[in-house]
């Protein structure tokens, strides 16, 4: 299970609570600093990987968007930046930010991951390379292209494979068979599956992205609004300043 903190604070609660890996999310971040998804600079990011890694004593996840890149080179460049935050391993999507959000086809996204995996195993680190295709993001249907880039993916050095989108316990089974050995990474969409659940579909990584960010805003969204209508109430929820002070007492980053 790798939850999401989105900012130092959340990843030392995630620690307290016993979780044992991290995982950073795009958009919690991005939220944090009041802009959208990718709406973050590629400096910025590595900063908060820095942060995030520096604040526990667990192995973090990078959600490395698209790389902040287009040409493998540039990809290259990116990755020998985000090993020094000190991340033990990243995810790269086959997003193209620059261009409306496409996705890059098959053989472009392809050079972009060998790029990738090259300059990891010229750096000699043990960072895990997570490759992700987010086409059943836009096309919820598209299974077949989906496991067609993920077994490619698997098969030109991917360490685990990701598609975030997938809901159906069928289709999840279908791509950890597809690319089986390799690990398979799925992101919650139903919050009606257990963790046990996608255990015996084969699932070996758990993430929720945003989720737990969104939780949060949504709290805080509903006390502002009981503020602004003279109402106090949901003060009565809150964790007792107490407690958090005995969580963020030790941390010294």
């Known amino acids: 299970m790798l939850p999401n903190p989105w900012d130092a604070g959340s990843a030392r609660m995630l620690q307290h609570l016993g979780f044992e890996a991290l995982a950073s999310t795009s958009s919690g971040y991005a939220w ?14 590595l900063s ?8 526990v004593d667990l192995p973090i996840n990078a959600d490395f968007e698209s790389g902040f890149a287009s040409d493998p080179e540039g990809v290259a460049e990116s990755v020998r930046l985000v090993m020094q935050t000190g991340v033990a391993g ?25 790029a990738a995996r090259q300059t990891i195993e010229r750096s ?22 989906a496991i067609d880039k993920l077994v490619a993916f698997a098969d ?14 069928e289709d999840i089974q279908a791509i950890v068979q597809a690319v089986a050995p390799k690990p398979v990474n799925v992101l919650v969409m139903d919050p009606n599956t257990t963790l046990a659940e996608f255990a ?23 006390a502002a609004n009981g503020i602004k209508e003279g109402s106090f109430r949901a003060f009565a929820d809150g964790i ?13 980053g």
Do not use: M, Q
């Open 32 to 45: 944090s600093t009041g802009r959208p998804d990718y709406g973050v600079t590629r400096d910025s990011v």
């Open 48 to 55: 908060h990987l820095s942060t995030l890694c520096n604040a």
């Open 90 to 114: 990243f995810s790269l999507e086959d997003r193209d930010v620059g261009r409306g959000g496409r996705l890059y086809d098959k053989a472009a996204a392809l050079e972009r991951l060998r």
């Open 124 to 145: 000699g680190e043990n960072v895990l390379l997570v490759a992700r295709t987010e086409i059943l993001l836009d096309e919820p249907d598209a299974l077949a292209e």
């Open 156 to 169: 030109d050095g991917a360490d685990c494979l990701y598609a975030p989108g997938v809901r159906k316990k």
């Open 200 to 222: 015996e579909l084969g699932v070996r990584r758990v993430s929720v992205g945003g989720s737990l960010a969104r939780v949060a805003w949504a709290a805080a969204f509903a």
């Open 240 to 252: 007792p300043s107490r407690e958090l002070n005995g969580i963020f007492g030790s941390f010294s």
